[in-house]
Every structure is written in C-alpha cells, then in structure tokens.
C-alpha cells in the first residue's frame, strides 16, 4: 500500500508499507511514525496507562461572575511555558469547581496539552506547584510511584516532538491527542535515582536558559532609551495609570466630523517625541511609497516545491525579527504575474493588521530570495538618503511600544489596524543622515549581542537535551 506524505516545503514523497504492517490508523503520517519512530532504552517499559491515572477538567460559565473572582488557579493552554506551573492567568471560585466540569489537581501533578494548535508541532507538558483546576483541552497524570510526574515530564520534554504523529487524531479541525493511544504509549523506566538526575539537569538547563534570555531581553529593552538619548530626549516618569490620569476634556468642534474614540482625542500622542534635537517631519513626505500585500485563502496557498513564502504578521517576531516557523506559500508561478509583489531589499515592513496591541511591529526586510506578504503588512520604501530605512525601522517599534499605533487604530470584528492615510501623517524624528547612520549602528550592535545570548541559550539547552536523552536511553547512567 503506497501513502502520499503531505511535506509544506519539499515536494510530496510517498511511502510503501504492507497492509498486514497496518496498525489501527490509515492516514500516512501515524504509519511512517510507527517505522520510524524508535526510543530504544536498555531501561524496562511501562504503558502510561499502568503508571498512571488521567483526569480532564473543564470551563465554568462565563456568565456567573462569581465564579471568576476566587483564588483558585485555572490553567488552559496558554499558562504553558515553563515546566513549572507556578500561576495561571485566570482564577475561579470554590462555588465554580462545584459548580461546574472543572477538575482540581494536587500539586505535584503533570498536565498535558490535548488539544491545541501547537500539537501540530509541540507537546506542552508542566508540572503543578500547587492545587489547581484546569480546562477541558488539558489531561492531568497523577503517577502511582514507579515513575515521577517531573521524569515523566522531561521524557515528554525530549521526546514530544518525535511522539506526536503516534497520539494525534487525523483529519480533527483543531489538532488533538487520541486518549485510548496516548496512555497505550510506552515509556522507560530507570531507577528513581536517574530519574532525579534527569530532572535535575533539565530544570537546571532551563534556569540556565533563562539567565541568559534575560541578559538578551534587557539589552533588547536598552534599545528605546538609547533612540531617546540619540535624539537629545530626556526621559520622564510614566504617567500613574489612574482614573484622574485617563480623564481628559475636548470640544465638540474637535470631536464632530472626526474620530469618536476617546483613546485617538486623549493628548498628544507624540507628546514624548516633541523634545527631540532635530525637526519632525511628515512620514508621507519622506517615503517614496507605501505598498499593501495581497490576500491569500487556502485556495490561492500551495505547497509545491518551490513555492514563495508570504510573510504575515505571524512572521515578525517579538523581538522583531523576521522568524520562518509558520509559513503560509503561494505557488511560484505567481511571480509571474506578481511581479509588484514581490518585496525589495531595504523595505520597512509594517504590521498594518492585527490585535490593537500589536499593530505597528515593524521589521526591516533585507532577505535576498524572493518573498510575497499579506494584506495585514505594509510596505514602506523611503525617498532618498534623507531617510535612514533601518532607522525608520526603529522608530515605528519605539512609537509601538508607547503605544501610538493602539490609540490610532481603527477597531472592527474583533481586529485592528492603521492605515496609509494615518501612516502618512506621522511625525518622525530626522536628524542628519550621519547621524541616523550612527543610530543605527549602536542599535544594531546592541541586537546583536542580545543575537549571540539567545544563541547561546538554544545551543545550552540543546546539549543539555542531548544529555538527557542519553540517560533516558540508558547510555550514561553514570552522571
């Protein structure tokens, strides 16, 4: 029996198996996983089912209000993140775990992601710290003794990834874990004293990780103080968020005909750049042009070898930084017909379209194969050399982070956005070409550096799983 293997960057491959090699599933990925997927530890196996009893939780009503003003932590799939759950964004009552599906689970416990869409990719696993509820899309283990709910953890930490073709249901619309051939999954054993080194060496891996993350994110926070100290601007205590502070007057002459938000009419939004040693000019006086990506549905994505990846909002990173782990591709044939849509080296790249908080995350695009991008970014091409790109790049993160582009977005169907029209007045500070040169400069050393932290923290954390996975296989069982 042959199966086609769906791949999103190579062309599609089959693979050839015997119908009696079939086990319990038709679809492609799950029997290649079972060929390929091999954990060979010298350490006898047990079934989580043996090992382990499973609980599910569930959601309290939303509209009980009550039942969202306790103290008890409810986790979903988004408190994950740490192999430690130590708090969880939502609380419920005692009244809401009566009064409704949710589970409470001792400390000490291991909950799993079963439904999300990171299983496509990731299976996120964390242990409790304390007695918590959780919601219908996370399972709870509680181990009987042979095996740690912490060592149970790290081998799903090492071997997640490679897992998940074998306990995810095909063709679900939201990618999910098949209960029944999860706890039938098989899981090495080694003596409690190497179980505790193994988690030992993974939470210390990861305190490690972190130190070195957070010598990146405060290089990275350095940035905007750096910009402000470039543009001769001293900086000045945040405003405290109160209720005098957010109240504010306006005409109705100012109001009628224009934007009724109160958020656009509440000061001047560029207040903290008005101080700035050099002359603000008009954004629409100094670029060239501004270019809209295109729409793409499924219909228009392909997966074809070759294929021209359309950078989205999902695309600009955090740090902001062009990231490739979820892609969307047209096929290549549309370079043919698009040729205005193809992205030109030196561009600023404008997040037009998203979540109020992260419209404006700017990135410079400098990539030299070819790239489309979707409607939700904005292409900028500056005029000349008055404009540094790369600058520019700069200071529409600065004015993301103070939160300009939240007070001038227009709000519809649960999305935001900034259009050209708005772009267009915007005053950017321009100091001289030098200077800007110099700007940039600093700053780009400044996120290079942060660059070389969080390298070094993925290659530390890799070895350390290296390790880890040693031991689990029963290869170094004397560390």
Known sequence: MTFPLSNAVNPPCVFIVQHNHLRGRLDAEYNKALLSTFINSRFPGRKIREIASCRTGGTPSKSRMDFWEGDIPWASPKDFGSFYLTETIDHISKAAVKGSSTTLI???????????????????????????????????LIFSGEASSEYVGAYF???????????????????????????????????RQIQDCIVKKLVSAYLQRDEVETKAK??????????FEELGISRKPEMANTIGSRVFNSTFSKVTAHRWDPLFHQGDIFHFIRE?????????????????????????????????????????????ELVFNRNVTIASAE???????????????????????QVGKTVYFDLQED?????????????????????????????????????????????????????????????????????????????????????????????????????????????
């Open 335 to 357: 370079l043919k017909t698009r040729r205005v849509d193809v992205l030109n080296r030196g561009e600023v790249l404008f997040n037009n379209t998203n979540s109020q908080e």
């Open 157 to 191: 930490v090492i071997f997640g990834r490679r897992l998940l073709a074998l306990i995810t249901k095909s063709g679900a619309t939201v990618q999910s874990i098949n209960t029944e051939q999860f706890e039938e999954l098989g899981i090495p054993i080694p003596p």
């Open 371 to 479: 790239y489309f991008c979707s409607n939700h970014i904005t292409r900028i091409t500056s005029k000349g050399d008055q404009l540094n790109a790369r600058y520019l790049g700069y200071v529409l993160n600065l004015y993301q982070r103070k939160k300009v582009f939240f007070r001038l977005c227009t709000n519809w169907n649960n999305q935001s956005g900034v259009g050209v029209d708005m772009l267009e007045k915007i005053p950017i500070p321009l100091p001289n070409p030098k200077h800007q040169a110099l700007i940039v400069s600093k700053l780009e050393n400044i996120r290079d550096k942060a660059r070389k932290f969080r390298l070094q923290a993925i290659e530390e954390l890799q070895q350390a799983k290296t390790e880890i996975e040693a031991l689990i296989l029963g290869k170094e069982t004397n560390q």
């Open 106 to 140: 001792p400390a000490g416990a291991l909950l799993i992601v079963f439904r999300s869409g990171v299983l496509q990719h990731t299976l996120p696993v964390a242990i409790t710290t304390r007695e918590t509820a959780i919601n219908q899309d996370l399972k709870a």
């Open 276 to 320: 700035a040693k050099c002359n603000l000019v008009r954004l629409g006086d100094l670029v060239s042009h501004f270019l809209t990506g295109f729409a793409a549905g499924r219909g228009d994505q392909s997966d074809e070898g070759g294929a021209v990846i359309q950078i989205r909002p999902t695309n600009i990173s955090n740090d902001r």
């Open 218 to 227: 405060q290089l990275l926070l350095s940035i905007d103080n750096v910009l």
